[in-house]
């Protein structure tokens, strides 16, 4: 049997209706295995993050102390703040590893070049936003990422950086002094890993919405990485 | 187009592809309570590791002048820290031991005629406020050198006042800024931070700079490797 490689497009006929359908391969399995194994590490991240955010509720002194926010319980993982911590620093091997290969991936393979928003893209996002909040007519598809996604996905890759780079500073603000001094020291960076981590959920929010409201065609291709029928095939 | 086929060919290329991600199922593991906690430790043992690789003996943690540092009334005490152990400070000595050319009990006097060292460092606490407070004592590397201690011994090994106790590993302790610290801001410490005697460590997260401490043993294995270490949390924890 031949193998799929990114962009390979094959024809089949259903056997039942005798239709021909088209399927292309969308999702290598380095891209799968790191976007499942990312997104339970990231899951994970949060629950016991906002469990250690929680040892210290607040962004101000300690003394006096004036807390900026309560997480309930159930949103939260590891009980106490030793057994998150725990999680925690557990799971960012798990999270940087798979962040690694996703981009090592990217960019060893040129697939980079169909999900990273560049300015060229800029034109294309107003009319997509249109589409999706304000009922606007569907703007033509013609490639397998539309401008709105290449922003959500390069703007979720950047945040994931820089989710690593505060939380290293918040881990090690001696060994990478440099770094902590760049986001304004350890206070900061504090203040930083916290916003990052708000602009994930929010990613990953309105990614859940999105993958609802585009059906199971879409949803599989991430399992399988072949989609049926997409619509930017002419 | 790339080929033609058949469903049943496609399908069997679908499920194909799915099986190779069943790896993923394995962090199912973590819901096994019985395989999480040694997950977990792993993991935990792994970090420390980690951090101590990217250890740097000769980097210096940042120091900040006087405008920064908190006022010593808004230094922290944690509700642990105020259960006050009542030290006789007149008779108090740090009991010495191990790897050590000369043991015994040294007094405040003797780690006060090393040379003193006084900075302004951020203090760290594992819940995450910081504080940048003033620290003054005798480098530990100097008193490791009063007691004659094997550097080549991996730890050492701190009793305290309360029941208190931690361990520090031997790169740490021969770090510059690494204190036994009697005093804050210029001033005796007072009970409330550890009189007569504490850990100041500023390359290291805060619950490692211990207060009244009464003992130091140098040595290669820790029967115990520190108060809150015991109970889950990292027991290298450099910053």
């Known amino acids: 049997m031949r193998r799929g490689k990114p962009g390979t497009v094959i024809a089949f006929e259903a056997a039942k209706t005798r239709n021909l359908i088209r399927a292309a391969y969308e999702h290598p399995f380095a891209i799968r295995f790191c976007h499942w194994l990312n997104s339970v590490s990231l899951l994970i991240l949060v629950a016991s993050g906002l469990r250690i955010f929680m040892a210290f509720p607040s962004f101000g002194p300690k003394v006096p102390q004036k807390d900026f926010l309560h997480v309930p319980r159930s949103l939260t993982l590891g009980g106490w703040l030793g057994g998150a911590l725990q999680w925690h620093f557990t799971f960012l091997w798990i999270y940087v590893a798979t962040g690694i290969v996703y981009l090592g991936y990217h960019v060893l393979s040129g697939h980079y070049r169909q999900v990273l928003f560049t300015p060229r893209d800029l034109p294309g996002v107003w009319p997509m936003v249109r589409h999706y909040f304000f009922f606007g007519h569907k703007p033509r598809v013609t490639q397998p990422y539309n401008p709105l996604q290449k922003l959500a996905y390069t703007s979720a890759t950047v945040l994931g950086v820089l989710s690593v780079l505060t939380g290293a500073v918040l881990y090690n603000p001696v060994q990478f002094s440099l770094l902590a001094r760049l986001m304004g020291g350890f206070h900061w960076a504090r203040v930083w890993h916290f916003a990052v981590m708000c602009g994930l959920v929010l990613f990953v929010v309105g990614h859940l919405i999105m993958v609802i409201l585009h059906g199971w065609n879409n949803f599989v291709s991430m399992l399988t990485g072949w989609k049926k029928n997409p619509e930017y095939l002419p | ?239």
């Open chain 2, 1 to 239: 187009m790339d080929w033609f086929t058949d469903e049943r060919d496609f399908k069997r290329l679908s499920r194909r592809s799915l099986l190779k991600l069943t790896p993923v199922v394995l962090v199912g593991a973590f819901a096994i309570p019985r395989l999480r906690d040694s997950l977990l430790e792993k993991g935990l043992a792994f970090s420390d590791w980690a951090s101590s690789k990217w250890f740097r003996a000769g980097h210096a943690a940042p120091t900040y002048p006087d405008s920064e540092l908190a006022p010593l009334t808004q230094f922290p005490l944690n509700s642990y820290d105020v259960d006050d152990p009542e030290i006789d400070l007149g008779s108090w000595t740090l009991k010495v031991s191990g790897e050590v050319q000369r043991p015994g009990e040294y007094t405040l006097a003797q780690i006060q005629g090393l040379p003193k060292v006084r900075q302004n460092t951020r203090h760290i606490c594992v819940e995450g406020w910081d504080v940048i407070g003033r620290f003054g004592g005798a480098r530990i590397s100097e008193f490791l050198k009063l007691i004659g201690a094997d550097r080549r011994a991996r730890f050492l090994y701190f009793e305290c006042a309360d029941d208190y106790y931690e361990s520090l590993d031997m790169a740490t302790a021969m770090h510059p800024q690494s204190l036994l610290c009697y005093e804050m801001y210029d001033q005796p410490l007072t009970r409330g931070h550890g009189a007569p005697l504490r850990l100041s460590l500023p390359t290291k997260i805060g619950y490692k700079s211990a207060k009244y401490l009464t003992s130091l043993r140098v040595t290669n294995v820790l029967a115990r490797k520190g108060y809150w270490e015991d109970q889950g949390y990292s027991s290298f924890y450099g910053l």
